[in-house]
Every structure is written in C-alpha cells, then in structure tokens.
C-alpha cells in the first residue's frame, strides 16, 4: 500500500516520537521512585532505630533497678542477719510481694558455700568456689550472667553483688526469671514480622527469637561488636532480605537486636514501584498509540501534498511540452508554408497557360487539367492542416465577454445533431439552472466542446449515446461540463497521450492530431483544466472546468 | 483596372515571379521586388497604387517597411501577406495602416479582390484630398 520510502519515514517519525518522549517517561518515572525509596527507606530505618533504642533503654532500666534493688538489700542488711534462713525468706517474701523479677535469693560466703537460701530450689550447700562468675563478683562487686541452664536444668540467668563487712567479703545473688525479661525484650516486636532478641558476646542467643532459632544456640547474626551507639543496616541473610537495628546494653555485654522483614515494611515501597511500573508501562502504550497516530497523520498530508505536487508537476510538464511543440510546430508550419505557396501558384500559372488554346487542343488536355485540379486540392488540403498547426502554436489573448456554458453546449450541439441523428447517435443533456455566466471566450470554448463532441461521435461511430451536465461547484467556484460517451473506450497507452499533439487514433487525412491538443491549450489559456477517464469497453468521459469569472 | 499599378515584394524568388505573372496576365500591372529597401526606393520612383507586402523577409521585414513607406507615402495601399497562421502579424499591420491582411498560401482571386477593394479606397481618399495620382 505504502510505498517504501514512505514506510521508512514512518518508521523514523516513530522512532523519534518514541525516543524523545520516552526517555523524559523514563527518567522522571526513575527520579521519582528513586526519592520515594530514599525517604521511605530512611524512614523505615529511623523508626527502627527508634524502637531499638527504646527498648534497649527500657532493659536497661529493668536491669538497674534490679541491681539497685540488690545492692540497697546488701547494704542495709548485714550477714550475720540474712544468714538466718527465715529472715532471708521473710526479704525475699517482701521483694515478690512488690516484684515477680526474681525467683530466688541467696546468700553466699567468701569461699563460695552458698549459705543461706530462698527460692523454690535446694540449692543451699552447694559451692560456687570453682563457678566463673563467683571470680567475677568477687573482682568486681556487680555481676550480671549470661543465660545459662546451670545446676537446675533450666534457662536463666543470675544478678550478684558483693559486700564487704568488717574483714570479709560475701554476695547476695538473685535469680531473674528470663520470662520476664523475655518479655520485655519481646515488646518490641511491634509488626507482623518484627524480631527482637538479645546476644552475647559469643553470638549465642539469650533470649529466644519469634521466628528462627532457640535459646541458647549460636545466632547466625549479626556479630557481635561492642558499640555505643546504635547500629541500623540491611542485610542478606538466611535466603532473605533483613533489616537489622543493633544497640549494646550499658549494663551488661549484650547486644539487642531488632529485625524487620523488608517485603512487610516496604510494602508501600514495592506498591509505589509497582505503580511506577505501571504509569511506565500505560505511558509507553499512549505514547506507542500516539507516535504511530502523529506519523500517520504526518505521512497522510504529507501524501496527500506529495500526490498534488505530482499533479502540478505533471500539468506542468504538459504545459511545456505544449509550449515546445507550439514552436516547433509554427516553425515547420512557416517553412513548409512558403514553398507551399510556391506549389500554389505555380499551379495557378499552369493552369492560366492551359486556358490557351494550342495546348488545348492536346489529346491529353484532359489529363493536364485534373491532375492541376488534384494538386490544387491537395495544397489546400495541406493549407488547412498547417493553418490548424499555426492556430494550435498561436499565442492570441482570447477574448473576454460574459458567456453562458449552458447555450454554448446548446449551440455546439446543433451543428453535430444532423450528423449524429443519420448516425443514431442520441445526445443527452442534463444542464444545470443555477450555472452563473463567466468571463471567457465563447469561440474558443466552443472548438473545445466541437472537438470533444466531434471526438464522440467518431468513437462511438453507430448507435449511442452521448450524455451532457453542467454543474457548477461553488467551493471552488467552477463550471464543470461532462462529456459521456458509450463507445469503445481508450486504451491506457492512448489515454497518456491523447492531448499530444499529432497524436491521432484516426485514420490518415481524418485527423490532424491537433484537436484535444488545441482543446488543452485553449482551456488552459482560460484558467480550467481539462481531464479524460475512460474503461475500455465502457467509453469515455472528458470533464472540462472553467473558473467562474465576474466582471 | 486601367491604371491600377501593383507592387508586390516577396523574398521568395519564385513566388515573386509566378504571382507577377499571374497578375500580369489578368491586365494588371505588376512589378515585383525582393527586399523591403528595393521596394522603398522603388516607389520613390514609380507610381503604385496597391503594395502587396510579405511579412517575413530577410533584412528589413515587412511590418518596418510598412511603416516607412506610410509614412512616406500615406496614400499608397498596403496588403499584408502573413505566413502567419495567426492573425496578430495581420492585425498588427493593420494597426499600421495596412488595407488588409491575407494568408499565405493565397488564393488569387481572393487577392485580386483585396487589390480591388484597396484600389477602390485609395481614389476615394485621393479624391476626398483633392488629389489624383502622381
């Protein structure tokens, strides 16, 4: 359909639409989802930070006020006082009254015999000389343990402080329930998938996080550094995505971390970028719709221009190819005229010698004279044709006068109809009322319509029909006559040529080739135009237009 | 046609000749020259009532001399002969005071009508300034 220069450009015209509106859909989509990641992320991660640092303040807390409790007990309690059993029982009944934090008290010497006890264990007489921790609480006066399962099998860790009175030294120690403390740290597990467990220095867990691992096994991560300040960062670990907030505890060499499964708290973020998506994808469709719509509408006017400047060009060729030929054929006519002349009168000059009477006399008098009369006609035959020629070269202004197309035709229709009635030729008209009358040059117009007319009847040579309208076309101010015939038709070779002059289909000495060649001329000199479409079989029609002229 | 002298100026060799002849023949008379400067000079010299005056000539073409032998000589008659198919050189002369214009290849009668006709109206313009001939 298209041809492929055009198609090519309609790629191009593409192409560029696609690019340049495309790459301003990309960046700005990319732009915006980038700022939205960029805050949401640091808004996520503050919110983490914050929840971390919370709780880790709470522990804290917890944890302070538990070795305060212990330390004010210590001190305003003396040995020889809590060694008595149902003293110590009595305490330890007040601090569960106010408190479930601690599940036992006890009371420990300097060589490690535990004492005196109260709690729901028989724990009193065992000694702790050889225990890590009793080292510790010796060398530093407070000591808080990691979580371990100890003598009694069960998860938990101890608090001790140590006095001295007098010359020696003893420690009171507590037991806190890890339930407890499980608690508190699991309060900040806030969301859907939010974790929150604590680790040692070893990474071993010292509570037991939600979703993967248990107490007191290794915890795949984080690390464990020992930071003052709080730690927030992505990680990849276990398959997954995570964020992780890390804060280390004043009190004890613990690390509370806080994780947060990104696919829960980004969803909005992966919903933005979705839509992102989205609005690319949408854009890309209307701006694929719309570059292909732009390029068809460009290429349709540009078509559309290319067809009429076609046709300009080619009327444009005619026009010169008249104009050529019109000299062409005035300066044959002009030599061939004068020795034309010549011819004739020479012939004259024969012809007044025959009059005289001794050649009259000769036998072949007879012969002398017809073949003078012969060459005499054929002068004037030849006269006539370069008379035409000359008429077709010819640049006279024609005429202007107010001029009815309708009583033209009219006219031009009497002369043919003798002709065309002896050959059964039946000419229909339908003429238009409303034709306004133009300025033009009658003469002319009617050898235009006599050699169209003419060309008809000769085409359809015995019965048929001619048909005649005129309609006038107010948008462009013309006069539009059609000329039908339902003859033969002209083939396509014909059609090209047929208002070249010379160009005859007609037998030799019928025509002169010159007619729809003058008719060209003619109707151009006068502003219209001149068109022919036929289908052989189906015969012809010429259209004629004429501009409609006021004074 | 008693006095009626004709001048005929033509470039063309035996064209010239033929219609001389032809002219003479029908008791005309008639001379022939081939240029337009022959034509002026011989006018200066003779008396011709009719000029018949071709067009296209080498030298001086036929409009000029027209308009020179008008203006030397008003009363003489010209007819134009026009190779032209077109009427514009015809009309052209006219517009110079030509009698007439006619076609080539022409038909003598046809011409001899026009050298008639010229004719005629040169006595009554003579007559009408109180002129008669030379």
Request: proline share 3%; glycine share 6%; net charge neutral.
């Amino acid at each position: 359909m298209l041809e492929k220069g055009y198609r090519k450009l309609r790629w191009k015209i593409i192409a560029y639409t696609f690019c340049f509106s495309l790459i301003p859909l990309f960046v700005l989509g990319f732009t915006f989802y980038h700022q939205f990641r960029e805050s949401y992320t640091a808004k996520i991660m503050q919110n983490l930070r914050t929840l971390a640092e919370n709780r880790r303040n709470a522990i804290d807390l917890f944890l302070d006020e538990r070795v305060s409790q212990l330390t004010t007990l210590a001190y305003t309690q003396s040995y020889s006082q809590l060694q008595g059993e149902q003293y110590l029982e009595k305490v330890f009944t007040l601090m569960q009254m106010r408190s479930k934090s601690f599940i036992d008290l006890g009371i420990i010497d300097q060589d490690g015999n535990h004492v005196a006890y109260s709690g729901p264990y028989q724990l009193k007489g065992l000694n702790y000389r050889n225990e890590e921790w009793f080292h510790e609480v010796m060398l530093r006066g407070v000591y808080i343990s990691d979580v371990f399962l100890g003598f009694r099998k069960f998860p938990h860790f101890i608090m001790a402080v140590m006095r001295r009175e007098g010359d020696r030294n003893w420690i009171l120690r507590a037991t806190i329930d890890t339930k407890i403390f499980d608690a508190l740290v699991k309060e900040a597990q806030v969301g859907e998938k939010t974790d929150a467990f604590v680790i040692n220095k070893e990474n071993i867990l010292q509570t037991t996080p939600r979703f993967s691992g248990s107490l007191l096994s290794k915890a795949p991560y984080p690390k464990y550094s020992p930071s003052s300040s709080t730690r927030v960062e992505e990680l990849k670990a276990n398959g997954g995505q995570r964020l992780l907030a890390t804060t280390s505890f004043k009190n004890k060499e613990w690390l509370l971390v806080v994780q947060e499964d990104p696919t829960v708290v980004l969803l909005p973020l992966f919903h933005a970028r979705h839509m992102v998506i989205l609005l690319v994808i949408v854009g890309i469709l209307l701006i694929t719709a719309g570059a292909v719509l732009i390029a068809r509408a460009m290429l349709q006017q540009l078509i559309q221009a290319d067809r009429e400047k076609a046709m300009l060009d080619a009327s444009l060729m005619q026009s010169s190819k008249m104009a050529a030929l019109g000299k062409m054929a005035a300066g044959i006519a002009h030599e061939v005229n004068n020795p034309l002349a010549v011819i004739k009168e020479k012939v004259g000059w024969v012809k007044d010698l025959l009059v005289e009477e001794d050649i009259a006399k000769s036998k072949n008098f007879k012969e002398f004279q017809d073949a003078m009369t012969k060459i005499e006609n054929h002068v004037e035959r030849a006269k006539k044709v370069i008379h035409r020629l000359l008429g077709f070269a010819r640049r006279m202004e024609p005429v202007e006068e107010k001029v009815d197309i309708n009583k033209i035709l009219s006219e031009t229709i009497g002369f043919l109809e003798n002709d065309a009635r002896y050959k059964n030729i039946e000419i229909k008209t339908n003429f238009s009322e409303k034709l306004p009358k133009t300025i033009s040059d009658s003469s002319q117009i009617q050898q235009v319509f006599l050699n169209i007319l003419n060309n008809a009847v000769d085409a359809i040579g015995k019965d048929g029909e001619i048909q005649i309208s005129t309609n006038c076309v107010l948008k462009d101010k013309e006069i539009v006559v059609c000329i039908s015939d339902n003859g033969p038709g002209i083939p396509n070779e014909v059609l090209q040529r047929i208002f070249d002059p010379f160009f005859t289909t007609k037998e030799v000495g019928r025509g002169t080739g010159l007619g729809l060649a003058i008719s060209y001329s003619i109707v151009e000199k006068l502003g219209g135009r001149i068109m022919v479409a036929s289908e052989v079989g189906k015969g012809a029609t010429f259209t004629v237009s004429f501009p409609v002229r006021g004074e | 046609m008693e006095n009626l002298r004709v001048l005929v100026v033509d470039d063309e060799a035996d064209f010239l000749e033929t219609i001389v002849m032809r002219l003479q023949r029908r008791k005309i008379d008639a001379s022939g020259v081939d240029d337009g400067k022959k034509a002026l000079e011989i006018v200066e010299n003779e008396r011709f009532d009719v000029v018949v005056l071709d067009v296209l000539m080498p030298g001086m073409d036929g409009i000029e001399t027209l308009k020179l032998l008008k203006k030397r000589k008003p009363f003489i008659e010209v007819i134009i002969l026009t190779g032209h198919g077109s009427v514009e050189s015809g009309l052209q002369g006219m517009q110079f005071g030509a009698f007439d214009y006619i076609m080539k290849p022409a038909d003598l009668d046809e011409l001899l009508e026009k050298i008639q006709q010229a004719y005629e109206r040169k006595r009554i313009h003579e007559e009408k300034h109180g002129l008669s001939g030379e």
